[in-house]
């Protein structure tokens, strides 16, 4: 009995990893998806939207600029220097030669009072530029949205050619056995069989076909949503009304009309147009002077400073003190005898407290402050802002002739989706009629070779025209509802069926 418990432990052990790798491997159950949630994920993974996106946050980023750019600016700076040989003492203004250690250190301050309204117009440039790139990045994601949409129809029509080919194929198996069953009681000859067979290996084949394409077609739509192959989709197939084409706009130009005003590409093109304008303006600004503000503290530190230094705030008196020069006594000066040499005086206003020569001492010693007023006026700078005014109205006018052909290209797209529509349409009722026609002719057909009024050429004949017509109608009716969806989205309505 243990051996018997042994062997089956032994036995599930060595069946475990197996099992996991079975599990790991079987086919993974595909996720139902419908069309706006395909949409979604598409532009949610898109790369091409995500580096638009990207251009948006540089336009924000240099919008904020920009507006920072009105504030003024601070800065502190300090530098370190050691001096070997001749050099000039910063408290005599002698020249000294020993080793000198110095630092200075200063804050500065700077604020552009008036530019030509150069930042204001830069603001409202940025500004444009921003919505701009947000009306670009809307056109972007349009663009992917209508790829999804083609792409999402074309494996509705996949699915439907393939279901028509598999009852094809039935119809034809059935047909076989009812037809070897007849062969077999002696009432049809072989070749029917072998006829129906062949006809039975033709849409075996269509079928494959079928098959393969909607294969294709799925991966066509996986490959838009950024999907790996192992994780399947599977949509959701809606409930498409077709409307009739008197439901249709009367006209081309009244949906240009409709989507000339809505569409971002067109609302892009415009707002480029208002951002060049604003650049002229910016060009503009360098005729004009600029006037400037700037204000700053500063001290420095000297190694080679005396020991004692002026305390700060400390107030200065007038002091008598001897130059070290004396003057000789000249003959006939009452009181005085000739050559005699008299100290030579001068006058000094000295402060009257000292403090030891730390480093922050020296610091606050040496402590500056100055406040600067500076105007720059443009006289003559090589024609560079001529050139720039130039390149700005070059720019505008580019924005402007970019405006124009986006506008044309819009109509001239429209004017082709709207026909595209019309002519679907009629196809579309051209087919329903046509296959109206087979079927009922393969109906009198499928009557004829029962009662054995005629061959199976014949029969196999009338079936493969009703496939066709059958093809030819899905065809048409996809035809029609992807340019439908496309109608409707430059109309302005959603994308939904």
Do not use: H
Not at 137 to 149: A, H, M
Not at 349 to 366: A, G, K
Not at 375 to 392: E, T
Request: hydrophobic share 40%; net charge negative.
């Amino acid at each position: 009995m243990r051996f018997l418990l042994n062997l089956i432990s032994f036995t599930l052990l060595c069946l475990l990893p197996y099992t996991s790798w079975a599990q790991s491997n079987s086919p993974r159950e595909s996720r139902k998806m419908s069309l706006q949630e395909c949409i979604d994920l598409a532009i949610k993974n898109n790369i091409t939207v995500r580096t638009t996106e990207l251009n948006v946050l540089q336009s924000q980023v240099a919008l904020e600029q920009s507006k920072a750019d009105l504030l003024p600016s601070l800065n502190a700076n300090t530098n370190f220097q050691y001096n070997v040989g001749r050099t000039i003492n910063p408290f005599t203004n002698e020249y000294v030669s020993q080793p000198i250690r110095q630092q200075n250190l200063g804050i500065t301050a700077n604020l552009e009072l008036f530019n030509g309204f150069r930042k204001l117009k830069t603001i409202k440039r940025n500004r444009l530029d921003l919505l701009g790139n947000q009306y670009g990045l809307e056109t972007q994601k349009n663009e992917v949205t209508l790829d999804v949409v083609e792409a999402y129809v074309q494996i509705l029509l996949n699915q439907e050619l393939l279901r028509n080919a598999q009852f094809t194929a039935q119809s034809t198996q059935n047909q076989l056995e009812r037809t070897q069953r007849l062969v077999d009681a002696g009432s049809l000859p072989i070749g029917n069989v072998l006829q129906l067979e062949s006809q039975r290996a033709t849409d075996e084949l269509n079928t494959i076909s079928a098959t393969n394409n909607l294969a294709l077609a799925q991966l066509q739509l996986e490959q838009l949503l950024l999907i790996p192959e192992d994780e399947p989709i599977a949509i959701v197939e809606p409930t498409v009304d077709l409307p009739d084409s008197t439901e249709l706009p009367t006209s081309a130009y009244q949906v240009y009309q409709q989507s000339v005003t809505n569409l971002p590409q067109i609302k892009q093109a415009q707002t480029q147009v208002d951002a060049a304008q604003y650049g002229i303006s910016i060009a503009k600004a360098g005729f004009y002077p600029s006037l400037n503000l700037t204000g700053g503290l500063f001290s420095q530190y000297s190694s080679i400073a005396p020991d004692q230094i002026p305390a700060s705030g400390s107030e200065n008196v007038l002091t008598v003190l001897p130059t070290g020069d004396f003057l000789v006594v000249p003959n006939n000066v009452p009181g005085l005898t000739p050559g005699d040499r008299l100290p030579v005086f001068t006058e000094q206003n000295l402060p009257v407290d000292f403090t030891e020569n730390t480093y922050f001492n020296q610091l606050d010693f040496n402590y500056q402050r100055f406040l600067q007023l500076r105007l720059d006026i443009p006289i003559f700078n090589n024609w560079r802002v001529r050139s720039d005014v130039a390149n700005a109205r070059i720019s505008l006018e580019n924005a402007q002739l970019n405006e124009l052909n986006q506008q044309n290209v819009l109509r001239q797209t429209i004017e082709q989706v709207y026909l595209n529509v019309r002519a679907n349409a009629q196809q579309y009722q051209a087919a329903e009629r046509r296959l109206a026609q087979f079927e009922r002719a393969f109906q009198d057909t499928e009557r004829r070779y029962q009662a054995q009024a005629i061959d199976v050429y014949a029969y196999n004949q009338s079936q493969n025209d009703l496939t066709a017509a059958e093809a030819d109608a899905l065809q048409a009716k996809y035809n029609y509802l992807l340019s439908l969806k496309v109608l409707d989205f430059y109309t302005g309505k959603p994308l939904t069926f």
